[in-house]
């Protein structure tokens, strides 16, 4: 079984600071795709990420994909209370469907 | 237009009791996804259609757990002599295609209480 690991697992900051948060997995990922949760909602996909090294931007939202495959980091630039919510990654195997991290629970207080 | 809707929205249940979860994919979509996230974690693969056939089931947990497409839009979650464990919220997502690269829309969910 594959497992993906995010950190932090919560994240609570001020309106206006940055942020980063990680996505790492011990096996190589064919792509990896980012998704935010709402409550009472399903996952949004953000992005997909497919070659090593790759750096995808999404107004103030940054997706690096590490060069081994293997890790993920998404970044947000003066955060703002509309992105308060459960930011997943989802990490494709080769030959194999989907797998979701735990996810980090970020909060941005006004 | 209209996304992937669920239902119900929420299903209450005894122990021991059978249940049907309703998947409405988005018109068009050949893929169809099963998912179950439990509180405070991420969806958890359970089966994939492409077309009207399963695909790929190795997420289902175990024999209670089934699901169809029999004409290939609309798919059913069934699960038989439900367990406390099973409560989670079930989510299902529709692709236009099949593969990695595709975007996945997923519906709001149903929230299973078992007790």
């Known amino acids: 079984t594959q497992l993906l690991e995010q950190s932090p697992q919560f994240l609570s900051i001020q309106e206006g600071e940055n942020l980063t948060v990680y996505c790492n997995s011990s096996?190589?990922?064919?792509?990896l795709q980012w998704y935010r949760q709402e409550p009472g909602e399903g996952p949004v996909l953000l992005v997909t990420?497919?070659?090593?090294?790759e750096v995808k931007k999404l107004k103030r939202l940054t997706f690096q994909f590490g060069d081994a495959r293997k890790d993920s980091s998404l970044h947000i630039t003066a955060a703002q209370p509309g992105d308060t919510g459960l930011y997943l990654c989802a990490g494709v195997y080769y030959g194999q469907n989907f797998v979701f991290g735990p996810g980090t629970r970020l909060s941005v207080l006004p | 237009g209209a996304g992937v809707s669920q239902t119900p929205s929420n299903k209450v249940t005894e122990k021991g009791k059978y249940v049907e979860l309703r998947c409405d994919p988005i018109s068009g979509h050949t893929a169809l996804y099963w998912y179950r996230q439990s509180l405070g974690q991420g969806p958890e693969f359970l089966i994939y259609?492409?077309?009207?056939?399963?695909?790929?089931d190795s997420g289902l947990p175990n024999d209670r757990f089934f699901a169809v497409r029999p004409e290939g839009s609309v798919s059913t979650l069934k699960i038989q002599r439900t367990e406390r464990g099973d409560s989670a919220v079930y989510l299902c997502?529709?692709?236009?295609?099949?593969?990695?690269?595709?975007?996945?829309?997923f519906g709001p969910g149903t929230r299973l209480l078992v007790l």
């Open positions: 096996s190589v990922f064919s792509s």
């Open positions: 259609f492409q077309g009207t056939g399963a695909a790929d």
């Open positions: 997502a529709s692709s236009l295609g099949a593969g990695a690269q595709e975007t996945q829309y």
């Open positions: 990420v497919v070659t090593g090294g």
